[in-house]
């Protein structure tokens, strides 16, 4: 069993920069796909980025590309999501997840991910 925290929302202005963080304890992080995924009020959750175990294959969703990064360090048991030129529409929740059984994919759906992470708010003001 996996535990997710993240951390490093808050609110910030158009065009700055934020960078998330996912704390992991309990499993072994090296095992898992990661992958980043988001909920704006009144709205579905979306996926935002995803990196497989060893941090070399990596997707993102069209509305992130460009703009974030995501990263992970195996040794410290953190994932990252670098967010830059932010965007009022990115104002959401941001969830960190994680994937078992897959840990060299990049899953882009809720529904694949096993454990989830209590989020953390971003906000964007315009």
């Known amino acids: 069993q996996v535990y997710l925290v993240e951390s490093g929302g808050g609110l910030v202005q158009a065009g700055d920069s934020l960078r998330l963080t996912c704390t992991t304890s309990?499993?072994?992080?090296?095992?898992?796909?990661m992958g980043w995924f988001r909920q704006g009020s009144g709205k579905e959750r979306e996926f935002v980025a995803a990196?497989?175990?060893?941090?070399?294959?990596?997707n993102y969703a069209d509305s992130a590309k460009g703009r974030f990064t995501i990263s992970r360090d195996n040794a410290q048991n953190m994932l990252y999501l670098e967010m830059n030129s932010l965007k009022p529409e990115d104002t959401a929740v941001y969830y960190c997840?994680?994937?078992?059984?897959?840990?060299?994919?990049?899953?882009?759906?809720?529904?694949?991910?096993?454990?989830w992470g209590q989020g953390t708010q971003v906000t964007v003001s315009s």
């Open positions: 990196i497989g175990w060893s941090g070399k294959s990596t």
């Open positions: 309990g499993g072994t992080f090296a095992s898992y796909a």
């Open positions: 997840a994680a994937e078992r059984d897959r840990p060299w994919d990049t899953p882009s759906f809720s529904y694949e991910y096993d454990h």
